[in-house]
């Protein structure tokens, strides 16, 4: 199985966890919601094969921890792999919209030009995200449990990127009317685990009418930009 954006990282167990998904050979994409917390899990995860962590900052942490943007910039060659960052202007995240964009600015001025594969949150805030993401031309893209407007789909999917599906999408009305406006060629599953508890990818497979083969190869075609 593939899973684009979990956050093993603050599990209760998370050598238990990537050890079991490296056995199996599942392709695992840690997730990280400060640098800081990257530098603490990347040493562990030098050795494994099929189990990736990545740099982020969240953006509901961006007001509290831009003190760690220094951080960020520091470990970006460690890994191909970017998330979660991006913006959130829901309840929990317009008070800080400024400030968000602010620090969103600085990661994708260092991610311009580079060779990643990134992973965006973007609650609320999804056409300024993709502004800004086109802004600083941002490629490799994967917009992870998107909820956002259905009009703005083909736009994004203009940009080349891609959307990560959970299994709380595929049981909710907005989206399953998300999902079908997806090209299954621009599809990759994810869990969000532990904040979503809805995480079976099989069920999310078989929702979609797709083999774990589909979305290996679009997940292949990823790896191939950034090679």
Known sequence: MIDTHCHFDIMSNPE????AKEVVGDIVIGMTNLPS?????EPHL???????LALGLHPLLAADK?????????NIEKTSYIGEIGLDFSKSGISTKEIQIS???KILSELKGK??????????????????LCEYDIKNVIFHWYSGPIG????ILSCGYYFSVNESMTLSKNG????????????????DAPYNSKTDIVKVLTYLRMTEQDIKNNFMELICKIK
Do not use: M
Request: aromatic share 8%.
């Open 176 to 191: 399953q009317k998300i999902i079908e406006n997806i090209p299954k060629s621009r599809i990759l599953t994810e869990t």
């Open 152 to 155: 703005l789909i083909p736009s």
């Open 37 to 41: 917390h990257f530098c603490i899990g």
């Open 66 to 74: 831009q003190n760690e943007l220094q951080i960020f910039k520091n």
């Open 115 to 132: 060779k990643k594969i990134v992973s965006v949150h973007s609650r609320k805030a999804e056409r300024e995200l993709l502004d800004l």
């Open 16 to 19: 238990a966890y990537i050890y």
């Open 103 to 105: 620090v969103l600015r």
């Open 46 to 52: 030098r050795s494994f094969k099929h189990v990736r």
